[in-house]
């Protein structure tokens, strides 16, 4: 099973709101991913989780503001966010996060995020 | 830093015909090499891997890719282009960082090729 959910599959908010985009995975896997993807665009790295810790944060702005509450749960709080912040935003999980250099990500389907 | 080019954002073929999606790779290190897949309104999909074991892999739904060092290429393909085929297909390379005494494995995405299938 290499299944990673994700919640809501749609959302939308407006500039003032307060919300959280939610992804689990019950494959063991140590390392968890949040990516944004514009459309027409790859996705790209926001932030990495290893063994619960915050490991990478790629430039993020504090308007996003990850958690890793256990090993199989990944949270994305939203606040003031922006029109230009709407896009698909993926969670992805992986077995081990730096020792393995082949270790493969598994994406879930993503919630479709709009901001008006 | 490693990259990975898809040559072609648009590639259209008939339904029964090749598909040939290009993707090159620029590493100083052997590279690990993905394919993955996006349909409409999707997460990303796996299709394949490059792990140096074999030069050419094996994925799911018919697809293939063959490493070529000497091309350093990793192209995708399948004999015979089904309509379920139609979707959107990324290359990426697996880079190995450290950042704050961290290490972790990162992803880079080539820009993508969108696949149409044709009756």
């Known amino acids: 099973d290499t299944e990673v959910t994700q919640t809501p599959k749609h959302l939308v908010m407006g500039m003032t709101n307060k919300k959280s985009l939610k992804c689990e995975q019950h494959m063991g896997h140590r390392a968890m991913y949040w990516y944004k993807q514009k459309a027409k665009k790859p996705p790209e790295l926001m932030f990495v989780y290893s063994y619960e810790k915050l490991s990478i944060n790629e430039s993020v702005p504090s308007r996003f503001s990850p958690e890793c509450p256990n090993s199989s749960l990944l949270n994305l709080h939203l606040h003031a966010l922006q029109p230009e912040d709407s896009a698909l935003y993926l969670c992805a999980s992986s077995r081990d996060p730096g020792t393995v250099v082949t270790d493969t990500q598994y994406f879930g389907p993503g919630t479709r995020l709009t901001v008006l | 830093a490693q990259s990975v080019t898809q040559l072609g954002s648009h590639v259209s073929v008939s339904e029964g015909a090749l598909v040939l999606l290009r993707c090159n790779y620029s590493s100083s290190v052997p590279p690990y090499l993905f394919w993955y897949v996006q349909y409409p309104n999707q997460g990303l999909q796996l299709l394949l891997k490059y792990t140096s074991a074999a030069t050419l892999v094996k994925g799911i739904n018919g697809f293939e890719a063959e490493f070529k060092k000497s091309e350093t290429s990793f192209h995708l393909t399948k004999p015979s282009a089904h309509m379920s085929d139609a979707a959107e297909y990324f290359c990426?390379?697996?880079?190995?960082?450290?950042?704050?005494?961290?290490?972790?494995?990162?992803?880079?995405f080539g820009q993508g090729t969108i696949l149409t299938v044709h009756p």
């Open positions: 990426a390379v697996r880079s190995f960082s450290n950042a704050g005494g961290t290490s972790y494995g990162k992803l880079t």
